[in-house]
């Protein structure tokens, strides 16, 4: 996978529509920095994907992105 490029987990309603994303691209949704998204995610304001088989890799659902950023846009 290349950097920043989205995770083939896809929405089964949308097939161009990945539902899981990237710490990269999580950050770029939120428009914050990564320090600031890891420390949101170890405050447990955003939740990371756990994948079966303790593969280690930090993926996040869009939608809980799109709604956090929601409200991060609504505080403005």
């Known amino acids: ?20 994303v990237s710490e990269r691209d999580a950050t770029m949704m939120c428009g914050v920095s990564r320090p600031t998204f890891r420390n949101w995610v170890d405050a447990g304001l955003i939740v990371r994907v756990d994948l079966p088989g303790n593969v280690r890799r930090n993926l996040y659902r ?12 609504a505080r403005k």
């Open 1 to 20: 996978m290349s950097v920043g490029a989205e995770t083939n987990v896809r929405n089964g309603s949308d097939p161009q529509t990945p539902i899981l």
């Open 62 to 73: 869009r939608s809980d992105l799109e709604q956090f950023a929601a409200s991060l846009a």
